[in-house]
């Protein structure tokens, strides 16, 4: 199964980084791409979707229509992790 989402925030390597390890580390995940300029990202495996959206979001990257000022924050840090590991 894969699956694409539109996601808010992804600005950099570094978001990037942050939106793999922590997908990657998901129940059934088996792979992660993304796509900074369309900003999406393609998850694949056997997941629960509602696990994969919860994530994001808590990661600071929203579904599409779903962003407010704390996922923009969350963001940046997250994005400032993603370029230190």
């Known amino acids: ?3 694409v ?3 808010e925030n ?3 390597g570094g978001c990037m980084n942050t939106i793999r390890r922590s997908l990657l580390r998901l129940s059934g995940v088996s792979g ?3 796509d900074q ?6 998850v694949e495996g056997e997941f629960k979707r509602d696990e994969v959206i919860y994530l994001l979001r808590k990661l600071g990257y929203p579904e599409k229509g779903h962003n407010d000022l704390l ?4 963001s940046y840090v ?3 992790l993603g370029k230190v590991e």
């Open 1 to 3: 199964m894969s699956e």
């Open 78 to 80: 997250s994005c400032a």
């Open 32 to 34: 992660v791409e993304i």
């Open 10 to 12: 992804i600005k950099c």
């Open 5 to 7: 989402i539109a996601v």
């Open 37 to 42: 300029e369309r900003d999406e990202v393609k």
């Open 71 to 74: 996922h923009k924050a969350k």
